[in-house]
């Protein structure tokens, strides 16, 4: 067997694989239709192919959903007991007279270079 004729198998090899690998991979749009969901119904916030919980539970038990019960959460989310104030204060003076002062010596910088 010749180098050209194993180059053009293994390329018509290569065509046939990316022609089956989406329709074995993608997300089906006839389950979407018959359980009369969306895509996020079954799978991740990143897209097919990535499966939720949900989504593992419908492929591994003959496409259905009869029967599932989602996984508890493990940490509730807490309730926050007292209000916490969040950001910068600028009732202080020492980083409004940092940030005058750093100011007022560029200009002064660039009023000397422009002599």
């Known amino acids: 067997m010749n180098i050209k004729r194993l180059k053009h198998i293994i390329l018509l090899l290569g065509i046939i694989f990316l022609l089956i690998t989406p329709s074995l991979t993608s997300a089906r749009p006839e389950y979407a239709a018959k359980e ?59 980083v409004g007279l940092t940030a005058l002062v750093a100011i007022l010596l560029m200009l002064v910088l660039i009023f000397i270079i422009r002599l």
């Open 36 to 94: 009369s969901r969306n895509c996020p119904y079954c799978h991740a916030r990143d897209g097919p192919p990535q499966l939720n919980e949900l989504g593992v539970y419908y492929g591994t038990h003959n496409h259905s959903v009869l029967g599932f019960v989602p996984s508890p959460k493990l940490t509730p989310t807490p309730v926050p007991t007292e209000e916490i104030e969040i950001g910068v204060h600028m009732n202080t003076w020492d």
